[in-house]
């Protein structure tokens, strides 16, 4: 790997950790002059944007070795961002670097690669469950050249201060339900696109990267060249994009867990109960550390498994395996986060730690990208297949 | 019962209800004016501070009949505090009244019960864990007719605006450890005092009766007469208090849980996964809400068991059914609160719900007033004492 | 109560649990002798069928009071049976006393109610999910004053050597689902009743009362007059023995729990780990015991208020509540055991206790009398009901 | 591998499933003469005893290939016994080849490994917890050439017809506690060996090879040219063994994991709980089959890491894996064994299908070779040591 991971878990270490504080206890924005600086380092470092290829600023690494960098830039809720492979910029240039035209590719990727702007995804809409993606309102209707969008999305992450969005709108709704809805670049200066608001979410509204949108769509009116892929691909590309995207948070996550166990060792092994007994021998707190250590352990193989057959066989050949993941790795998050907490005693549910950021924040992680019992369904449709019973939602 | 629950109920979902959205979106004290004007509406029908005597204002409730109330009022974050049996004021107030003099109810007790004042009570120390109750490095230390108080405390909750807190801080050094403190009345605005920050919990610094302090006592200096009780009394009096104040927790959990589950239902019943198809004829969903219902059952039976106990017996004999239901409703609450969330989808990490507010500043349930951890060891304790083992932490 | 508990369960100390090393290690029909003699006593002592009225020889006890009496019989395997108040012939009995007529009482359950006879109750069908009690093969057809019986049923509990069974067999098939059966009484030497064999359950094909069997009937025949209630009545009168039959499970099921509880606590108390260190000095002991604790207390609770209210309003008014026990006492139970087990050691999977035989034969009690499952699908649509959803199976 | 798995696979469903029924409802004597020439049908496939060298007759297989074998044999009961690889004797074996002198290997482990005899273990006492092994009564006292044995032991498996058992006991009482015990070879022909009863485990005492015994050693008299390695070594060696042992045991239960997976799909798949209404489009038995699923995949994966250390840096480097997958995989086990059951209904709980069985007799797997409880203590001082804290039991 051409990246040193000992090197990379210093450099987290020594220069992003020490911005949680402020983070934590202020905002995003009090950080962000300093992180700009970082992401210039980290740029001169060779560091930048491993997934992407060189030609476009990035490191070209293969998904496996992009695994491994994610879960050591996991261990900070700001390392993705300082490395620019934060969702949902990274998802968006691969979608645009394996599906963008010349133009998109010049236009758009090329300046989110660089880290000039950013961008987000409108997808889910608040009317609609989003274990149905297939179910939307927002419509694209041909007007000349162009296509005239309406319709409301929310969790469009990050839109605040985004260039643009890539938004899922149906162009095709006489077509097969997964067959409907295109993918468009809109850019958010775009007449007739509003921000609504920065959805409050777990108590935050949170601001620029760190947010997330309710947007509406009233008569917005892009080139229909602004389409990425084919008319009606809007879902197949999701899909594509799904399959990464859910290594690249599965290894985040467990970057995560990681964290909140040395977290929770470390209080273990430095809180007194009394004098001279310390909270680390207590047999409770002893099977936390033991069942969060075995879930880790187990969560990163599967998720390392499944990236090796996305990188060798494709997205839709490991797509049990990347549902599988999806509720393994996102319920074991849940539990030893918990745990971590619950070790800390009243510290643990303060901001003085990043444990309860991610525990407010990573709530959405049963849900977001579909919720856990969706995944479950699609698991145990494919073992009952093997039986010769096909069971439909 | 002089207090009619379903007139209660109605005042809760008609008046308070509707001023959630506030609360969650903005703040506490962006609905401080309007809720005066509903605790006068209070005091006029009569429900003014169900425990507390006519003679304070109150309705002279006795514990099993407030506990009943109290499940209602707990069905919003805001309804304690419109009746004025909010914690840690209602606790207080219960404390100086049975263990107050006649000065000391006459200058703290009475503007309290009459929602003039607010009080807050400051026990933890951040150096030391909370499940060792008796480690404390506050000391009052006599100096004439004075005490002379330093310490650093923390989750002094509501200190941001109060009047005075009471202080549990070491006045006999060289006691048996549940003899050494003693609890002092102690003005905010004595010398001394310093609020040093609202903690950031859960991501929120909160304000007013809504926060939870870190507080220093820097030679502060006071009357001996503000003791309240015996010299050496702390622990008891603690200890004391503690056995209705669960009950008050234990309850207002419960109408968390109640809320929580009658969301989840509302929810399963509108929501549609595809046309035609409710939320709530998937199997995952209907087994939350049987096994939220079955908790929540459970709970509230062992919960008015010890109420009862504690209202006939006394706190010292209902000390193990208290321990029990500490942890036992406080993790059936987590549990609740996380699936009408998971039932929610996205919408239930949002704060257009009063869950993920539930889910933040209700995670502390299983922490303050002793862990869960504690408690069993308890419980434990006890049970293998029928059997002549006496096991010691 | 007309029965001291505390003399109650000192017979059972004394009397029947010195009967278990002979039970466990070698076979119910072992100890059938001392069991006789032991069943005068109980007779003599007035303490003989608590359920049923005293002109059959019972103690006459509303079913609050059964329930206490049950939950200490439930502390020994062989408790109920030494009472004559074993299923299925207490249901049986129950069923005969209300339903039954002057004819059919005196035949029938004049003996029964004497200990004379035992009976049996086939239901259960091999080839249908019991998830679903309407859908019967076994037919019932008229022949003139007879019924000609066909089917195959299985968890026949206690065929071999019963003296009769009532079997649920289709007399209406064209009926509405809910009407289509009857309840039909057939001796056991009717010609074309069938034995098939003791199933071999959980390792153990058993024999007399402690089996369950897989029967057949191949046109037996039986007047019509050995129909109990009307044509059609046969699931609403399965429905009527349910309430009170889930009461006295769950008060057994808790009884057990209580024993598993204390064997638990005595081997925590007495085994060494290493010289002088107890096992009950672990936390993880400590916590299986105090979580024991606390479920057994709420299911008592739970399962009381139950028998309250079918004794005050009727099971019918009681069937959501006792849904809702059937799926939390057994859960409860399940876990008791395991942890009992786990505490035990190697011990624990032998047959030198208990634990292992009811951890082996209360599997079932998730099961029968209608999967966990699908009560907590009955508690759920209730639920929604409250919020006017209507969710069919 | 020199072995193909789908042969295995093959062959285990067409000839050792179809004697389960024999073996469930009857007894392991009555497959016993089947058995036995199947056994030479293995021999002559080249399939016999994988983890042997040739020299002894078995293949030679590194521990990671055998892992895979393993686990297509737990798919049944009796696969490893058919392969001549079953506990105890395979373990006793690896002992023999590594640690036994020329003359143990030629006069124990070549009929062992021919099939020619059985062997079993001596090392847990009654008197003594599992969990502290260090902690023996057993002594075997010099005495001219020989030793004098004296002690009580159980659960030693298949002693019932075994030829020699390998016993743990105590040669040197005064040295450090890990040093004290030696293992020696024992016939159990020598005068003083008592096999006191094939213990009752589950309701079953079994036979043969499936029985564990508790046994006496009064006086037996053995040379001191039967101790296999140095003095004092015993521990080392019962350490030695139980790397690979645990790997053997894991694989055989993910083995167990993946049949009762498919019995559960297959029943879900079949079973009707309503004309055309499958038991498969239920919901919780979807959940069931995706969570056993992605346990299973995890557990897999650890076990085969800890495999590929073994093999590669040995048992000592491994230690802490071994000890994680040993919780890890039993948990699993029994969660997976316990929904496959739940979905089955009532015929889970018969002996029809192998489930019933495994869940009996493999609710061991959390207590054998150290509680799953101990394990975690290990893991969980493991973790705390990297941040500078050494936990004592």
């Not at 009090?30 to 992180?35: M, V």
């Not at 339900?177 to 993918?183: E, G, K, M, V």
């Not at 470390?266 to 069942?291: D, F, Y």
Request: net charge neutral; proline share 5%.
């Amino acid at each position: 790997m051409s990246i040193s991971l000992a090197d990379l878990r210093s450099f987290v270490n020594s220069e992003l950790i020490p911005l949680e504080p402020t983070f934590l206890q202020d905002s995003f924005g009090a950080i962000l002059p300093k992180l700009r600086t970082l992401r210039s380092e980290v740029q001169r470092r060779g560091w930048w944007l491993p997934p992407l290829p060189h030609d476009y600023g990035g490191q070209g690494m293969p998904l496996t070795e992009f695994a491994a960098i994610s879960e050591e830039l996991g261990r900070t809720p700001i390392g993705h961002y300082t490395f620019n492979c934060q969702a949902p910029d990274v998802g968006n240039m691969e979608l645009l670097h394996m599906h963008g035209n010349a133009e998109q590719r010049s236009r758009w990727l090329r300046p989110l690669a660089a880290g000039e702007i950013r961008s987000c995804f409108a997808m889910t809409e608040p009317e609609h469950a989003g274990s149905n993606p297939v179910w939307l309102d927002t419509s694209a209707v041909k007007d000349g050249d162009d296509y005239v969008i309406n319709g409301h999305k929310w969790f469009t992450t990050a839109a605040d201060g985004a260039a643009f969005t890539i938004v899922m709108a149906v162009t095709n709704p006489d077509a097969q339900p997964h067959l409907r809805a295109s993918q468009i670049i809109v850019p958010l200066d775009t007449p007739g696109f509003k921000l609504v608001r920065n959805i409050k979410i777990m108590g935050e509204a949170g601001e620029d990267w760190a947010s997330h949108a309710e947007v509406r769509f009233d008569n917005c009116r892009v080139p229909q060249s602004n389409r990425i892929g084919g008319e009606g691909a809007g879902f197949a590309l999701a899909q594509d994009r799904l399959g990464p995207g859910r290594i690249h948070h599965c290894m985040r996550w467990i970057g995560i867990c990681e964290r909140a166990l040395e977290l929770m060792c470390r209080h273990a092994a430095s809180r007194e109960l009394a004098p001279g007994t310390m909270l680390g021998s207590r047999q409770a707190v002893q099977h936390w550390i033991a069942e969060s250590r075995a879930n880790i352990n187990a969560a990163r193989f599967m998720v390392m498994d499944a990236a090796h057959k996305i990188e060798h066989k494709g997205a839709h050949a490991a797509r049990i395996e990347i549902s599988t993941i999806k509720y393994f790795v996102a319920g074991g998050l849940q539990q030893t986060l918990d745990r971590a907490i619950q070790a800390h005693g009243a510290l643990g549910i303060t901001d003085d730690t990043p444990l309860a950021w991610w525990y407010r924040h990573e709530r959405g992680a049963r849900i977001y990208d579909g919720a856990d019992e969706v995944h479950k369904n699609v698991v145990a449709r494919q073992e009952l297949k093997k039986y010769g019973v096909h069971i439909r939602d």
